[in-house]
């Protein structure tokens, strides 16, 4: 299973393959946090994105947020999928000076000397740094100063760095603070191992350290530069949930309340509701119907409402990294008309529509009327089936929609909202920084055959497939590669994942007659020309399978098939158990 530790170890090798000098601060195997901290040179600070970029492409992960906190330091989260398909995160800290407030506490200069003039120093490279005991410990107590808080794991690890080198570490702190007064206080603390008295003065400490640090205007100008770039493009984000009654709707909302996403700082719910008649019937959720003025009225309403919300609670929580989750907004007249008392919505409620703020991610679970009415017996099958029309027409022009199976299980609804989510952070995150496409491009034929397969125009759709020689009937997903789309034959119950590769005249279908199981194909699986899947088969993620191979049975993760089921199985790099070398916190592997 790969964790946080995993992450760090893959991370400094590709440090050392790429010639990029580092120095280990912290990672999970040593404190037990979930973040790895790095000190990297000046030098090499500038091309840290595009690292991280070329670094998530090559070990299989995702890197969905990365931002500068300061004029030298980078803020990241990767993330990778456990074994329940939920998505798990390691946070990274990526820097040159340590500044806060505008004071450097931490300067590479610094750093570099401190190594240089350390005795019994090997220097393997001119680039190679190695993070002294002192260094180490004034770093991670400056962090936890700036925390506020010391916890046990933290204190003897502090406890240890002072140990291996007190008198280096004493002289750091004369950095920061009186030897006399607070300094001597931490020294003790450090020397005997009782942090209970530190804790009690964090405030101080934090207050006092400006007091012994040159102050910066350039580096105050950038944090408050920094501050602002975060109103205008905030770290948060805006779902929309679009859940039919009786699909979970709200224990969907409440696990990402009580299991926030690492890269949010939690979950707030906006409940957007103006004052509108209440329905006569729940049967249909009907509204005795009102005239064009009146309507014009409400319409005029729900727009500024909906402004005054998302200026008074939506922004705000999108500049302090919040997800901000809701599960209705203007859009709801359309969704809904006979909600507010209209068999239809006019031109104006849609001209309105571009003028009021949209949500950066929609999430629509949908399912057949007869589920919905199976499980809610309340809203009739006829209103099921109107408002699930109504979700597919509003939804048809947005770009950010993600379509998602309301009949699986709770668990895995909530994996696949997670996913969704995830997903569009990576997305953002290369926009942002205009990173490089590593993900395959379909050529406009694939654009074109996808395009009619996901639509089911009637007489169209058929003759496109009768062109291109395929027949794809299943629910495709978002990212599909098919590079020659011909001769494709798809089964209308197979399960497709993400990032999914199929190559002409491939086969996934039934066997021995039997059209009531399919295949599952997991996440960036690649299918070469010939291939044929064939039965109630799971294919894992990242398996390959070779030309004209035969799959008739499961196949593991990471896995390679060549011929008929022949199964070659995952190198040790790409195994999700693979085993790995501890690294020594403050010991860089340089070349």
């Known amino acids: 299973m790969r964790s946080v530790h995993h992450v760090a170890i893959e991370l400094c090798r590709f440090l050392q393959e790429e010639r990029i000098a580092y120095a280990l601060l912290d990672d999970a195997h040593s404190t037990g946090t979930q973040r790895i901290e790095l000190v990297t040179g000046r030098e090499d600070f500038q091309h840290i994105p595009v690292a991280l970029h070329k670094f998530c492409a090559h070990s299989n992960l995702k890197l969905v947020a990365c931002a500068r906190e300061g004029r030298l330091c980078w803020r990241a989260f990767v993330s990778w999928l ?19 407030r505008g004071c450097a506490l931490l300067e590479d200069r610094e750093r570099s000397q401190d190594c240089d003039g350390e005795s019994g120093a090997v220097r393997l490279h001119r680039s190679f740094l190695v993070a002294t005991p002192a260094v180490e410990f004034i770093y991670r107590f400056l962090r936890c100063v700036r925390e506020g808080t010391i916890s046990e794991s933290q204190g003897r690890h502090l406890h240890d760095c002072w140990l291996r080198d007190a008198d280096g570490a004493a002289a750091q702190l004369a950095q920061f603070w009186d030897p006399l007064r607070e300094g001597g206080v931490v020294a003790r603390a450090a020397q005997d191992g009782d942090w209970s008295v530190v804790r009690e003065i964090v405030p101080l400490l934090r207050a006092s350290v400006r007091r012994y640090k040159q102050h910066r ?15 205008v493009r905030p770290s948060g984000l805006w779902i929309e949930l679009l859940v039919p009654q009786g699909t ?69 929580s999108l500049a302090r990294g919040m997800l901000a989750a809701s599960h209705r907004d203007y859009d709801d007249v359309f969704i809904v008309p006979m909600r507010h008392g209209r068999k239809r919505v006019f031109a104006f409620a849609r001209i309105v529509r571009h003028w009021t703020p949209r949500p950066d991610l929609w999430i629509v679970a949908d399912a057949p009327s007869s589920t919905v009415h199976s499980r809610d017996t309340k809203p009739s099958s006829k209103a099921a089936a109107r408002q699930r029309r109504h979700y597919r027409v509003q939804l048809r022009g947005c770009k950010s929609v993600v379509r998602l199976d309301a009949r699986q299980s709770l668990p895995r609804l909530i994996a696949a909202v997670e996913q969704a989510i995830v997903a569009h952070l990576e997305k953002r995150t290369g926009q942002r920084l205009r990173l490089p496409l590593t993900a395959p491009q379909n050529p406009l034929a694939t654009r074109v055959l996808l395009f009619f397969c996901r639509r089911r125009i009637l007489g169209v759709s058929r003759l496109v497939r009768i062109l291109f020689n395929s027949d794809i009937r ?9 590079p020659r789309p011909y001769g494709i034959m798809v089964h209308e119950r197979a399960v497709l994942g993400e990032r999914v590769t199929i190559m002409q005249q491939v086969v996934i279908g039934g066997k021995d ?63 999700a158990d693979r085993s790995v070398t501890p690294l020594p916190v403050g010991i860089q592997r340089g070349a």
């Open 82 to 100: 456990d074994s329940e398909q939920r998505p798990q995160f390691a946070a990274m800290a990526i820097f040159a000076d340590l500044v806060r």
């Open 217 to 231: 205007m350039l580096d105050w100008l950038y944090e408050h530069a920094a501050r602002l770039r975060e109103w």
């Open 248 to 316: 979970s709707k709200w224990e969907v909302i409440a696990a990402l309340k009580e299991r926030p996403l690492a890269p949010f700082r939690g979950t707030h719910t906006i409940v957007w509701q103006p004052r509108v008649p209440q329905p006569a019937s729940y049967e249909d959720q009907d509204t005795p119907p009102c005239g064009r003025s009146v309507m014009l009225a409400k319409l005029v309403v729900f727009a500024v409402a909906s402004w005054v919300n998302y200026c008074w609670r939506v922004r705000p």
């Open 474 to 482: 299943c629910r495709l997903p978002t990212r599909l590669f098919m």
């Open 513 to 575: 007659g039997d059209d009531s199981v399919a295949p599952v194909i997991g996440n960036d699986v690649y299918i070469g020309a010939g291939a044929r899947v064939l039965g109630g088969v799971r294919i894992g993620d990242g398996v390959t399978v070779g030309a004209n191979a035969v799959v008739t049975r499961d196949v593991p993760p990471y896995a390679t098939v060549v011929g008929a089921n022949r199964i070659v199985e995952a190198p040790l790099e790409a195994g």
